[in-house]
């Protein structure tokens, strides 16, 4: 596998994380970002994360990245504000797991998965902007980068006019931008947001779909045009990760392999 590939183990967010490592480092795989769905990693279990941190070491990985929990139960938006103290809890956890695996991109989406945040549309980015000023400063702190992710088009942060006025009022230094190919595509906006974000695009999270979801899947296997987006990074100079950031089935080795291959026959890198 070319040394730029990544692969998210959250292709086997069901399982846990210990039975994952191995098929991945089977396919060819020697980076991976961590994900932190529940039932995959304990984020409160601070030996285990340093044990996994001593075995991914071992099998030869690097850990440049980590995928800030997200989904309806965190949110630092929500207009609660101890919904809003648990949220920063639970991510200034994954802030320091990130730390033990001695990673620097700590990826986050800017919002929660709450469809109806436009009906508070101005409070819902003041308080995002608040959220992510907190967290920059905790990473700083780690030794970490924030890295804001391109989310789904009809969730906070998915127009590139609202992540760049997010991004305007964040610290420019130790902040970066991830594009997720798959969000921005169903947004009619990858090749708009690559050229946009061009100057602070450090991370690359791909998989690609079929139109209409966020389907999750290998490169080749959608309707995106990958030889346009890998024509566009090298015109924009992209010198960061191309990971993969897929969702499996229930053979955790056969995903992984099929991952792996899709993406040597789709992609040239």
């Known amino acids: 596998m070319h040394e730029k590939f990544g692969l998210s183990t959250g292709i086997a967010y069901r399982h846990p994380i210990e039975t994952v490592l191995q098929p991945i480092h089977d396919a060819g795989f020697r ?91 101005e409070s819902r980015l003041a308080r995002s902007i608040e959220g992510l000023t907190i967290l920059h400063q905790r990473c700083r702190e780690r030794g970490l980068d924030l890295i804001v992710e391109t989310p789904l088009p009809h969730l906070l942060g998915g127009q590139p006019d609202d992540l760049d006025r997010l991004l305007h009022l964040l610290p420019h230094e130790g902040t970066g931008v991830c594009i997720d190919t798959s969000h921005t595509s169903l947004g009619g906006v990858l090749f708009e947001v690559m050229d946009r974000f061009a100057s602070r695009l450090v991370h690359i999270q791909a998989s690609d779909n079929r139109g209409h979801t966020d389907d999750h899947l290998p490169p080749g296997d959608g309707i995106i045009d990958w030889s346009k987006v890998q024509s566009k990074l090298a015109a924009i100079g992209y010198q960061g990760i191309f990971l993969l950031e897929l969702t499996g089935n229930d053979n955790v080795g056969e995903s992984v392999a099929y991952a792996a291959r899709r993406a040597r026959e789709t992609l040239s890198f």
Do not use: C, K
């Open 31 to 121: 980076i991976i970002e961590i994900a932190t769905a529940r039932e995959h990693i304990n984020l409160a279990d601070t030996h285990r994360l340093r044990m996994l941190a001593h075995t991914t070491r071992d099998m030869g990985f690097t850990v440049p990245s980590l995928h800030a929990p997200f989904g309806h139960d965190v949110d630092i938006t929500d207009p609660d504000p101890s919904f809003r103290q648990q949220s920063l809890a639970m991510l200034t956890r994954a802030a320091d797991a990130l730390q033990i695996f001695g990673g620097r991109l700590y990826v986050i989406h800017p919002g929660g998965e709450d469809h109806n945040w436009t009906w508070d549309r």
